[in-house]
Nanobody, 127 residues
Framework: QVHLVLSGGGSVQAGGSLRLSCAVSGNFISLYSMGWFRQVPGKEREAFATIANDGTTSYADSVKGRFAIVKDDTKNTLYLQMNSLKSEDTAMYYC?????????????????????WSQGTLVTVSP
């Protein structure tokens, strides 16, 4: 069974950068499509970046051009590079893995049915 461990996160000022890392164990990352979700208190969690196992990426408009989802098959690790951070990026962040869902829309359709979720990590962006 695939297991995800998330590291990174923390506090940064607006305009700054952070990188999250999601280490995959129990199976090869190449077998999965991967994604990033975030959740603000009081709001539903949202998927905002995905990478299919063929390398195709998709981004929500809110992060397009600022965030990059990258998968390193040799390290079995997923990354999220976040640049030009804004206060509205403040949220709890999660990585996910699934063998079927591979776009933002499909991951959002049945998020509780995705193969694996990481623990959350808090990203706080101060004005």
């Amino acid at each position: 069974q695939v297991h995800l461990v998330l590291s990174g996160g923390g506090s940064v000022q607006a305009g700054g950068s952070l990188r999250l890392s999601c280490a995959v164990s129990g199976n090869f990352i190449s077998l999965y499509s991967m994604g990033w979700f975030r959740q603000v208190p009081g709001k539903e969690r949202e998927a905002f970046a995905t990478i299919a196992n063929d390398g195709t990426t998709s981004y929500a408009d809110s992060v397009k051009g600022r965030f990059a989802i990258v998968k390193d098959d040799t390290k079995n690790t997923l990354y999220l590079q976040m640049n030009s951070l804004k206060s509205e990026d403040t949220a709890m962040y999660y990585c996910v893995a699934d063998r079927v869902a591979h776009t933002i829309a499909t991951m959002m359709s049945f998020p509780n049915a995705l193969d694996a979720w990481s623990q959350g990590t808090l990203v706080t962006v101060s004005p």
